[in-house]
């Protein structure tokens, strides 16, 4: 299915698949592997890239029932597509948004003393004994309370005023299974919960899901997993595909021995060599640092596409409104002005993608823009 207000296919530069099927299976795949913790989903990010308002749904109808987002606008979005969950908001309390959270029954994460102490006033003031999480930083530093803090929350008389529904943390590395930091974490935190007994506790992100040691706890939060990302780097990926593009060819042409192509002629062809023009650049989210710069037939870590089911390299800078490939070993009858070609899909994982990009398959993700036409499979029960 096409979403509701999407760019027809036929219009489109970019044509952006979303296997829903896919999406549910990957929740159930997690929560099958989350030691009978309660399984969530993490949407924020527009649900990754795919759409909150899709994706949602289909996550509802796998059976889930706590979502996390980044944004009060976001949680706001969740509430219309999952009216009974319970929904999580993880960048903290902005002050004065009290009035929001009630009328939408959202949940904020407590990450400071002040924010404890607004929310705790806010309920007084209400007369309601409101729902929150809190948030202890265990190894990031970025949000939450330090451990030494989380430590002294039993003494804190503003915990009477507010339902506090959950114990959270954060992994700093649990895609790497080795990583010392991860029992550090899971040490740290366990003395916190400890110190907060009948508090339901989460600690396990996507990676942490599949850590050996690690604890299941209450609650686990997968984000990146469900949208097809490898939570195993070191390991053969569990999860199924969720997300397809597709890029239409604008132009072909013949490019002679000793020209340029693209901005700053950073690719030199050294010979006659055909190039595809496709109809996607950075302003559709795909990024720039997948340019190809060199020589044609360089070796470089740099953007692939598969035209007519064969590996093709970018040539070229990416620009911001088209990609230039060279499609010269695909027969050229095979190949014509208005296909499409694949950017994602097939080998090209969302987590190669990335690699080719220098970046991490969840920026590829999560950049999806606006101007692609939509196509949603499955996800209708």
């Known amino acids: 299915m096409t979403a509701a207000g999407s760019i027809p296919e036929t219009a489109a530069g970019g044509i952006l698949h979303v296997d829903l099927d896919a999406l549910a299976s990957n929740w159930r795949t997690l929560r ?9 989903a993490v949407v924020k990010a ?10 949602v749904p289909a996550l509802a109808g796998a ?9 009060l606008s976001e949680a706001i979005r969740v509430r219309s597509a999952a009216p009974g969950a319970a929904i999580y908001v993880l960048n903290g309390l902005f002050s004065g948004t009290g009035p929001t959270y009630a009328e939408f029954d959202l ?13 705790a006033g806010f309920c007084r003031a209400q007369r309601r004994n409101l729902k929150a999480a809190i948030h202890v930083d265990t190894g990031m530093n970025r949000l ?31 895609e790497e299974s080795g990583n010392p930091l991860n029992g550090q974490q899971i040490e740290a935190f366990e003395a916190v919960r400890s110190s907060l007994p009948g508090i339901p506790a989460s600690l396990p992100n996507s990676s942490g899901i599949f850590l050996a040691d690690r604890p299941g706890y209450d609650l686990v939060r997968p984000g990146y997993a469900l949208y097809g990302g ?24 013949w ?15 050294l010979a006659r060599r055909r190039i595809a023009t496709l109809s996607v650049g950075y302003a559709d989210g795909f990024p720039r640092a997948a340019s190809a710069r060199g020589k044609s037939g360089d070796e470089l870590l740099a953007g692939m596409t598969l035209v007519a089911g064969r590996p093709c390299p970018f040539a070229g800078n990416v620009s911001m409104d088209l990609i230039t490939v060279d499609v010269t070993d695909v027969p050229e009858n095979e190949i014509r002005r208005g296909d499409t070609v694949t950017l994602i899909g097939g080998d090209l994982t969302v987590d190669e993608v990335g690699r080719r990009a220098g970046t991490i398959g969840y920026e590829i993700l999560t950049g999806l823009g606006s101007r692609y036409a939509r196509a949603y499979h499955g996800g209708q029960g």
Not at 46 to 55: D, L, S
Not at 63 to 71: D, L
Not at 107 to 119: A, D, H
Not at 255 to 269: C, F, I, P, Q, S
């Open 255 to 269: 490019v002679e021995a000793d020209h340029t192509v693209g901005y700053n002629g950073r690719w030199l062809a």
């Open 107 to 119: 949940r904020p994460v407590l990450g400071s003393f002040e924010e404890i102490e607004e929310w």
């Open 144 to 174: 939450g309370l330090t451990v030494p803090q989380g430590l002294t929350l039993r003494d804190r008389t503003e915990l009477k005023d507010f339902e506090t529904t959950l114990l959270m943390s954060h992994f700093v590395s649990a």
């Open 230 to 253: 490898n939570p195993t780097p070191d390991r053969v990926n569990p999860m199924k595909p969720v997300v397809g593009l597709e890029a239409r060819i604008v132009q072909l042409r």
């Open 63 to 71: 059976g889930c029932r706590t979502f996390f987002v980044a944004h």
């Open 32 to 40: 099958d592997n989350a030691s009978g913790a309660e399984t969530a």
């Open 46 to 55: 527009n649900a990754y890239g795919i759409g909150i308002e899709q994706a």
